[in-house]
């Protein structure tokens, strides 16, 4: 018996150091899942900052392109609305001025004691 003894203890040591081996082997294969899953993560990370950066450049591109459109509006409309008054004072000017023709020729027929040669029915005839 003492040599089955023996072998019973070869073979506990021998089982124990398959045992440590294989869970070496499994916490080198943890360890690199963990350090792969790692890598995944930051990989994503990257990508989802990346993918920030560029959703913030092309929110500040399109703000900045609404602001151009609607400062061009903006002076388009102001140019449209001088152009409105300048015609306005331009027909005010020209009303104002055959008036001032009309009441220069009423006076000039008065001085006369004249009627206008048309009188359209309204002047004693």
């Known amino acids: 018996m003492h040599m089955a003894e023996i072998e019973r203890i070869k073979l506990q040591k021998f089982e124990s150091e398959i045992q440590a081996w294989e869970e070496k082997e499994k916490a080198k294969i943890d360890n690199k899942a963990k350090r792969l899953q790692s890598e995944i993560e930051a990989i994503m990370k990257k990508k989802e900052a990346d ?3 560029k959703l913030k450049n092309i929110e500040t591109e399109a703000e900045r392109f609404k602001q151009l459109k609607l400062e061009k509006l903006n002076n388009e409309e ?11 004072a331009s027909i005010d000017a020209q009303i104002e001025t055959e008036k001032l023709k009309l009441r220069e020729k009423a006076s000039k027929l008065r001085s006369a004691k004249a009627l206008p040669k048309k009188c359209f029915g309204f002047c004693g005839e």
């Open 51 to 53: 993918r920030e950066a």
């Open 78 to 88: 102001a140019l449209a609305q001088r152009t409105i008054e300048q015609r306005k």
